[in-house]
């Protein structure tokens, strides 16, 4: 897994869940988007196929479509896979398989999306719980302005009042976690 901390969904404000939101979700658009712009767009793409990635948003392209995917791959210019219709007699259409649920090193339940799969998605995203965050700021902002939060963490301010202001919010970066939560208020 290739670091995506210089990842366009790092710093753009936007909730972590819109990379994994529905088409027709506006926020959905805005993260495709940053996709788009993001620097490391590629690498990002590279490693989703090398994961065999399966859900969310990445490089601008849904893992959860077959033909997405594929669009990817050819984006990426990669060789197609050997098609194992060919080895394995006559073609005919994956089975979607339910793999059964598994724990992950962070104590969350989850189907894995593929056989290999041993993280939880947040996990693989790098996103932790953004509740004891949240809870943080809150009482952060009785004694500080969240534009000094973005100062001291050096989080985008946008970064900061998104994670503050969002309740319905469910992850936040675990960087910028860390960062968050390492503040302690200041007393005058
Ligand atoms: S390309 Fe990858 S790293 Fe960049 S914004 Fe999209 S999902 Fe994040
Ligand atoms: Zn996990």
Redesign the pocket.
């Known amino acids: 897994m290739i670091s995506?901390q210089?990842?366009?969904?790092?710093t753009?404000g936007l909730s972590p869940d819109a990379?994994f939101a529905k088409s027709s979700d506006p926020d959905f658009k805005r993260?495709q988007g940053?996709?788009l712009r993001?620097?490391?767009?590629r690498e990002?793409?590279d490693d989703?196929l090398d994961h065999e990635a399966q859900i969310?948003?990445?490089?601008?392209f849904r893992m959860d479509r077959k033909a997405q995917r594929e669009a990817l791959r050819v984006w990426l210019k990669r060789p197609a896979p050997a098609s194992p219709a060919r080895s394995a007699g006559p073609a005919r259409s994956a089975p979607t398989v339910q793999h059964a649920p598994r724990t992950c090193s962070c104590g969350r339940a989850f189907v894995p999306s593929t056989r290999n799969a041993e993280r939880c998605r947040p996990c693989v995203q790098g996103l932790v719980d953004a509740e004891p965050v949240q809870a943080h700021l809150k009482k952060l902002r009785a004694h500080m302005m969240l534009r000094t939060v973005s100062d001291r963490t050096g989080l985008p301010s946008s970064t900061v009042r998104g994670i503050a202001n969002r309740a319905s919010r469910r992850y936040v970066d675990a960087t910028a976690a860390e960062l968050i939560l390492a503040i302690t208020p200041e007393v005058p």
């Open positions: 995506l210089l990842g366009a969904c790092r753009s990379w993260a940053h996709c993001c620097p490391i767009r990002c793409g989703a969310g948003l990445r490089a601008g």
